[in-house]
Every structure is written in structure tokens, then in C-alpha cells.
């Protein structure tokens, strides 16, 4: 039982619990604060998977960034906003498909064989060389990215802007 | 002038034409649209009959090509031969006639301009219907004449009668129009052509077999059953009195009702070339003649009165006809066209007393005569005229009916016409002597009708007496002039018929009107002596041998419960399925709306279970497969 | 010996699970996008795995995944600002509420 088998144990019990407690608390507020233990916890499993820029890019994005959006877009639609009951029949079904998705899958995960040697990023420097594929390989999808990224924030302007004809 | 026949219906299609359009502008002018036009073709019609009568004239024929159906060709144009050519003169005469009269007798109709455009219109389909070389063109106006017809008879829409016998008229020669339709059409089949010269020469030919022109012959003799009133079809026609009488007298009395005796005469070749179908006429003429004489005996109203003798003196032209010799031929047309005069100048005359009196029934009216003397004496001389006593034009022509029927042999059939022409006799003067004679039955306020009324009877009563001058005996003028232009026939031997029928027809005829002065002039014999101790009898006549009744039950009733029943098949069954279908379809798009619910979390889960459902499958199919 | 591959799978399969289940029954609009951005890190996650254990295991992956990033972020403020207007309009976040297409 090494560390690092420790170290997942953790961060994987505080993952999913974050996730199973974002679904049941009632309150948004609750809710948004339980994922961010999520994305926090998440940020620490990329950091074991040797992913140290995209463990930041997860702190800053998810748990700064989106868990903060979210939290301005509930107390901009409802501050007491509280989640409401769903019929009991399409619960039950959605959840019999979700389990049915997860035996496939789980079935999948368990016969896989994969063979190949890990990669070990760990004597590199990480950030250098995302930083290098980024602008060599990747650079076309990365300039269209940040071109879709300012659409999204321009976008997200006009839509969330009061209409002109309102008071 | 030959060559412009065709103008001649053209005159009152354009007049047709023009009250359609200025009618409401023109209100009573309207009148001298149609006089003029009428009177056009009149000329005309008097040119073209001269130029043809004169010695040595051919028929003209001209035809264009209408349509051309694989190797056959059917034409469009028309023709002037002598029997055409003097049912022109007639039509339009006895149209202008009408026209002029009409413009005293509907004065003050609020439906003047659509009454004189009826007229028109109905003056050119009978004027085309004459003109025509071909059957198929022959069928188009024969149905344009049946929908003139309908409109004027129903003119007074808005009493029930009118509308209902307006759509007796339609449908009861709908029946006949049927016969007459399959009959052209087979014998466009058998004989490759529409055309009367085409046919008549393949009948010479051989082309036809003896049974198919016998069937021909019938269905088309069923046609002009329907259109002449005769005897299983001519319920309709006393009915049609209830349009305005001017129509009557063109319509019902000269002019359509004589298509049928015209069809038969034109088709006359057909006729000769098959006994049979000539017998079949010969039988229903004769039945119709004596039929229709024994109802008139005992009716009230004076227009159906004349009805039911326009009817007998039909059926009179159809056992000329039917006998299947150049003299019945010549006697059928030359007594069609005396007919034409005389039965228009009494129904003219008619309907002057009608006009005067504000009443068609005979018993209400009475001692007319110091009242209306124009009117009478015309009257008068229509009933001599119809009663055939010489000189008057029904003496000539009903002379040789009676000769023609007795020297073809149809012996029965000649003694039945004498008793019809004994009725005929006795009823017309019935009707002279109730109407005009005696105290007058009502402080009426008659009075005599206007000039441009009277002028028009005048005309015809001129032409009732004279007429028959044109085909005496000693001198048959028209006999010979018809029997030359008959096609495809050779002249056969004329016998002339013994002297004693004239002495005969006459004597009855004499017998009748000395009864009728008897019974309803002197009121030396009582009104009772048969109605008394027959009364059956009386009924039977009155009551139009419950002709009417018995089509009722059995035609208009069984068809009745037929469509009754073919109804609820079609509610329940044919509709049914339409309605279960649309009733499926809508259930299912409401379910389906159902489906559709607006919620896409629903349809999130679904397209999900979607891929799961797929990804089982195909996880299945690998492990099958590998 | 390290974590091996297939436990980092199961759990990145158990967040999107729940993400999915809370996606598909959940009625608050803002709680349904915080489920779809989970199952977004799921997806992250096996990126992130795959680079470090996968067949070719390369930087490919991680590349990817903040590629994946930059796109829910994106979503993220474009759904919060459709879903800001729509309250605006309707004054509901309520998911049921939401069927403007059916009529």
C-alpha cells in the first residue's frame, strides 16, 4: 500500500462523494459548493496522472472560475432557489437506464486489456512541453478555440444583456 | 342563301348573348333584341327554304373537322336539306311569333330580360339541333333544348309546382335522353360515323346488321319518346304548363317536343331499313294518340288540356312515321308542321284567355267570347284546324296520317287514331264551348288582349287555315319535295288511300264537336251521361290512368329505399372506415403528441436509452459474431 | 506499481453517471448545467488517464482535455446566459416549465 494508492483512495472517495452530495442537497447553493469539493478533488487526481498544468487549469477554471458563474447565475435567477421533487416513475426509469449504462460500461472497463507502458512525464518538465505542442502541433485548434472563446463571451453578453425594449 | 345558313342560330345566340350582358340595362327593350334577332333568322330561314324548294336544288353540306380519333374523324358544320330546311322556317317563325306576343303577356315581369334571354337561348339550341349534319352535334343542342326547357318551365321558381315540374321535365326526358345517348354511340360504333349521309350509306351498304340498326333505331326512338312526351315518358309534359304559357306554346307545343318526331324523321332512312323498330313506333304513336285523347277528355286546366292533345297529336306524327312508307313520312313532317301553327296559335290563344281571366280552369270561365272576339275566333279556328275540318291544315295532314296508316297495313292502329281523332273533336270543342260560350261563370273583367298579342295569333290563325294548301291530294307539293330530298331511299310506289277515310275522319270529327256542342254548348245532353254510370271510368281519365301514381311507387319509391339503403352503406360502412381511419390516425398523433411532451429531459433520457439499447446490441452482435 | 489504469476509469464512469442521472431528473436548470459540467470532468479525467496509460500514452491527451476545458467553460457562461434571459422572460429556472418549442 503505497502513497499514492492512499492518495487516490482519498481524492477519489472526496470526488464522487462531492458528486453524490451535489445531487442530493436540495439547496443550489449546497449543491455548487459540493462540486466545487469535486473539481478540487479531481485537480488532485490529475496531479497523481503526472497532468501538473492541467491540475492547475482545473483549480482555476472549474473551482474558480464556473463554480463562481454558477453561483452569480443562482442568486440572478433565485436566491432561495431550491430544488424541486420529480415524479417518482421517470426517476426510477432514468435511474434503471443510468444502471444499465453502468453495468455496460463497467462490464467494458473490467475486460479491457490494455497493453503499453506507462508514460512517465514526471522527469520532464510538464508545462514546457504542453507549451511546445500547444504552439507547434495543436497551434491551428488553439487559435480556434480562443476564436470560440470570444464568440462564447460575446455571445453570453448579447444574451444575458437586457433588451432594449425592456424597462 | 344556302350558304349563310349557319347565321341563323347565330341571330339568337348573339341576341342570347347581349341580354346577358345588357339585360338589366334594357329591361323591357329587351324585347325587340329578340324580336330582331328572331326576325333575322326568320329571313334567313325563309331564303334558305326558297332557295333549297327550288327545282333542281341539292342538299348543301358544309363540315369542318372538329376531331380526329385514330382513322375516325368526327365534323362540325351543318346542312340544309328539305326537312331541315322547314323546320327552320317553322322555329323561327313560330319563335318570332312567341317573342312578339310575349312582350304583352309578361309586361311587368320583374324577370323580363331574363325571360326574353331564356327565349333566345332556347331559340338557337332548336335552331342547331335542326341545322345539324351529325348525330353527336344533333345530342349537344338536344340537351341544350332540355336545359331551356328546365329554366322556363321553372321560370316561376318560387311556386313549388314550377320547381318541381321544371325538375320532372329534366329528369323524365333525362330517361329518354340515356336511350337516345347509347343509341348514337352505337351507332357511331357499328357505323364509324355521326354523319347522316355516312350512316345512311353504310346502312345501304350492309354495314349494320339487321338487329343492330333494329336496336339503334329503338334506343333513339327511346330519346325521342322522352323529348315528344310519348307514351311511358310523357308524364312530364303536362307538368311543364306551369311555365309561362308563351314558353309552352314555343316549347312544349311547337318547336322541342317536335325534336323527337324531327330526330325520327331525319334518321328516317334507319327507319325504312328495319320493320321492327318502324313497328315499335307505329304502336307507341298510336297507343300514345288514343292515351293521351281519352285524358284530355276530362281535364279542367286549359293548358293541360292542350297538353295532353299536343301529346295525342305527337303521337299521331309517330304513327306516321312508324309505318315505314314515303307517305307516312311525308304525313308525319307535313303534320308536324301544321301541328307547330295551329297548336301555337291555341295556346297563344290559351294563354290570352288565361291573361284576360287570371284563371286556368275552363268551368271558372265562360261566355268569354263577347268579351275576347279576336281571341275566340282564333281560338275557334285552332280547334276546327286541330279537329280536322276542311279546309283548316289539320284537315290535310291528319287525312294523311289516317291514309298512310291504312294503306301499310296497320289496320288497328288506323281505327285507333280515327276514335283519338273523334276525342281530339270532342274536347277541343269542349274547351271553345266551356270557355268562350255560355254565362260567364265570374264577374270577370276581361277584356281583349293588346295588339302586339292579338297580331301574333292572327299570323298563325292565317297559317291554321292555309297550311295544309301546300300538300293537298291533287297537288302534293311538299309530298313530292320532302320525298325527293329523302336519302339514301328510293321513291317507292304511292297508293293512294281510299276516299272514304276523309269521309270517315271528317264524320268523327264532326260527331265530336256535335257531342261537345251537345253537352257543354246547348246542355241538351247532361255532363253526366258516361261520368254517371261509369264513374270508374271518369276517375280513370281524370285522374291520368294513375300514371303518375304507379311511377311513384314503382320508380321514385323502390329508388327511394334503394338510395335510403345505399345511404346507411355509405354512412355506416364506407364512411365508417374513412371516419375509423381518421379516427386512428388522430388518436395515434395524440399519443404521439403525448410523446412530444416539450420536457428535454424526457427526451434526453430516451435518446440515451437509445445509445444503451445500441451499444448492447452491438456489444451482443460481437460477441455472436466473434 | 501505481494506481492502475481501470480504477481511474471507474470513477471517472461513477461521475458521469451521476452526472447523467442528475442531468436527466433534475428541475432546476442551474443544477442541471453543474451535472453536465460533471460529466465533462468525467470525460476529462479518462483524457488524462488515457495520456498516462493508454497504448501510445503521449501529451495528446492532456492537450486534449484543456481543450475540454476552455469548451465547458465556454458552455458554462453561454448556458448561464441563456438560462438568465429565459428567467427574465418566464421567471423560471424550472426545466418542466421549459417547452416553449411544443407550442
Given amino acids: 500500500m503505497s502513497g499514492q494508492f492512499i492518495a487516490f483512495f482519498i481524492l477519489s472517495i472526496l470526488t464522487i462523494g462531492g458528486a453524490v452530495f451535489m445531487i442530493s442537497f436540495t439547496k443550489v447553493v449546497h449543491q455548487v459548493v459540493a462540486l466545487a469539493f469535486t473539481f478540487l478533488s479531481i485537480a488532485g487526481l490529475y496531479v497523481l496522472l503526472e497532468a501538473e498544468f492541467v491540475a492547475v487549469s482545473q483549480v482555476l477554471v472549474y473551482s474558480g472560475a464556473i463554480s463562481i458563474l454558477m453561483l452569480f447565475g443562482i442568486m440572478l435567477t433565485k436566491h432561495n432557489a431550491q430544488e424541486y421533487e420529480r415524479r417518482g416513475k421517470f426517476k426510477f426509469f432514468a435511474f434503471l437506464v443510468v444502471a444499465a449504462f453502468f453495468g455496460l460500461m463497467f462490464n467494458g472497463i473490467q475486460t479491457m486489456n490494455i497493453e503499453g507502458q506507462p508514460a512517465n512525464f514526471s522527469a520532464q518538465n510538464n508545462v514546457l512541453e504542453i507549451g511546445k505542442a500547444m504552439f507547434s502541433q495543436y497551434v491551428i485548434p488553439f487559435e480556434i478555440v480562443s476564436v470560440l472563446l470570444l464568440v462564447a463571451l460575446v455571445g453570453s453578453i448579447i444574451l444575458a444583456k437586457k433588451e432594449a425594449g425592456d424597462e | ?626 | 506499481m501505481s494506481v492502475p489504469l481501470a480504477s481511474y476509469l471507474l470513477v471517472a464512469l461513477i461521475l458521469f453517471c451521476v452526472g447523467l442521472y442528475g442531468a436527466l431528473t433534475k428541475r432546476n436548470a442551474v443544477v442541471v448545467l453543474l451535472s453536465i459540467e460533471l460529466m465533462l470532468n468525467a470525460v476529462n479525467i479518462n483524457f488524462v488517464a488515457f495520456a498516462k496509460f493508454g497504448v501510445l500514452a503521449n501529451l495528446t491527451g492532456q492537450i486534449f482535455s484543456l481543450f475540454s476545458i476552455t469548451l465547458a467553460a465556454a458552455e458554462a457562461a453561454i448556458g448561464l446566459a441563456i438560462l438568465i434571459s429565459l428567467y427574465r422572460n418566464r421567471s423560471t429556472v424550472n426545466v418542466d416549465e421549459m417547452d416553449l418549442m411544443k407550442r
Fill in chain 2, 1 to 626: 342563301m344556302m350558304s349563310s345558313a349557319w347565321l341563323i342560330p347565330l341571330f339568337p345566340l348573339l341576341a342570347f348573348l347581349i341580354l346577358l350582358a345588357f339585360g338589366r340595362q334594357l329591361k323591357e327593350a329587351s324585347a325587340y333584341v329578340g324580336i330582331l334577332a328572331t326576325l333575322a333568322g326568320f329571313i334567313l330561314a325563309l331564303g334558305a327554304f326558297f332557295e333549297r324548294f327550288a327545282a333542281g336544288a341539292e342538299d348543301y353540306y358544309v363540315a369542318f373537322k372538329w376531331l380526329t380519333l385514330g382513322d375516325k374523324v368526327i365534323d362540325m358544320g351543318f346542312e340544309v336539306t328539305p326537312i331541315n330546311a322547314m323546320m327552320l322556317v317553322i322555329v323561327t317563325f313560330v319563335s318570332m311569333l312567341v317573342h312578339i306576343y310575349s312582350k304583352g303577356y309578361m309586361h311587368g315581369d320583374d324577370r323580363f330580360p331574363v325571360f326574353y334571354s331564356y327565349l333566345a337561348l332556347f331559340t338557337f339550341s332548336m335552331l342547331g339541333l335542326v341545322i345539324s349534319p351529325n348525330l353527336l352535334q344533333v345530342y349537344i343542342f338536344w340537351e341544350l333544348v332540355g336545359v331551356c326547357s328546365f329554366l322556363l318551365v321553372g321560370f316561376y321558381f318560387y311556386k313549388d309546382e314550377a320547381k318541381a315540374a321544371a325538375k320532372k321535365a329534366f329528369i323524365v326526358t333525362r330517361v329518354g335522353d340515356v336511350g337516345l345517348f347509347i343509341g348514337i354511340s352505337l351507332l357511331f360504333w357499328y357505323s364509324g360515323s355521326f354523319n347522316y349521309v355516312d350512316i345512311f350509306n353504310a346502312i345501304q351498304n350492309g354495314v349494320m346488321q339487321p338487329w343492330q340498326i333494329t336496336l339503334v333505331g329503338i334506343l333513339i326512338f327511346i330519346g325521342a319518346v322522352g323529348k315528344s312526351g310519348q307514351f311511358p315518358l310523357h308524364t312530364w309534359l303536362p307538368d311543364a304548363m306551369e311555365g309561362p304559357t308563351p314558353v309552352s306554346a314555343l316549347i312544349h307545343a311547337a318547336t322541342m317536343v317536335a325534336a323527337g318526331v324531327y330526330l325520327v324523321a331525319a334518321m328516317y332512312p334507319l327507319y325504312l331499313a328495319s320493320p321492327d323498330a318502324s313497328q315499335v313506333i307505329a304502336v307507341i304513336g298510336g297507343i300514345t294518340a288514343i292515351f293521351a285523347a281519352s285524358i284530355g277528355l276530362t281535364q279542367r286546366d286549359i293548358k293541360r288540356v292542350l297538353a295532353y292533345s299536343t301529346v295525342s297529336q305527337l303521337g299521331y306524327m309517330m304513327l306516321a312515321l312508324g309505318t315505314a312508307s314515303v307517305a307516312g313520312y311525308v304525313a308525319g313532317t307535313f303534320h308536324l308542321m301544321t301541328h307547330a301553327f295551329f297548336k301555337a296559335l291555341l295556346f297563344l290563344a290559351a294563354g290570352s284567355v288565361i291573361h284576360a281571366a287570371h284563371t286556368q280552369d275552363i268551368f271558372e270561365m265562360g261566355g268569354l267570347y263577347k268579351k275576347m272576339k279576336i281571341t275566340g275566333t282564333v281560338f275557334l279556328i285552332g280547334c276546327l284546324a286541330i279537329s280536322g275540318i276542311f279546309p283548316f291544315a289539320g284537315f290535310w295532314s291528319k287525312e294523311e296520317i289516317l291514309g298512310a296508316a291504312y294503306t301499310s297495313g296497320h289496320t288497328g292502329l288506323f281505327w285507333m287514331a280515327v276514335v283519338a281523332a273523334f276525342f281530339t273533336a270532342f274536347y277541343m270543342f269542349r274547351l271553345f264551348f266551356v270557355t268562350f260560350t255560355g254565362e260567364p261563370a265570374q264577374k270577370n273583367h276581361a277584356h281583349e288582349s293588346p295588339a302586339v298579342m292579338t297580331f301574333p295569333m292572327l299570323l298563325l290563325a292565317v297559317l291554321a287555315i292555309v297550311a295544309g294548301f301546300i300538300n293537298t291530294p291533287g297537288a302534293p307539293i311538299l309530298g313530292h319535295w320532302l320525298t325527293e330530298g329523302l336519302r339514301g331511299v328510293p321513291a317507292g310506289e304511292e297508293h293512294s288511300a281510299p276516299f272514304w277515310i276523309t269521309i270517315v275522319a271528317t264524320g268523327v270529327s264532326l260527331m265530336g264537336i256535335g257531342l261537345a256542342y251537345l253537352m257543354y254548348g246547348k246542355k241538351s245532353v247532361s255532363r253526366d251521361i258516361i261520368a254517371g254510370p261509369l264513374p270508374w271510368l271518369y276517375q280513370l281519365s281524370f285522374r291520368k290512368y294513375y300514371i303518375d301514381e304507379i311511377y311513384d311507387v314503382v320508380f321514385v319509391r323502390t329508388l327511394r329505399a334503394i338510395g335510403y339503403f345505399l345511404n346507411v352503406v355509405d354512412y355506416y360502412i364506407i364512411d365508417g372506415v374513412v371516419r375509423l381511419v381518421g379516427a386512428f390516425t388522430h388518436e395515434l398523433g395524440n399519443a404521439e403528441a403525448r410523446v412530444q411532451s416539450g420536457q428535454i429531459q424526457t427526451y434526453g433520457l430516451v435518446a440515451f436509452l437509445g445509445i444503451v439499447l445500441l451499444v448492447i446490441g452491438l456489444t451482443f452482435v460481437r460477441g455472436l459474431v466473434g
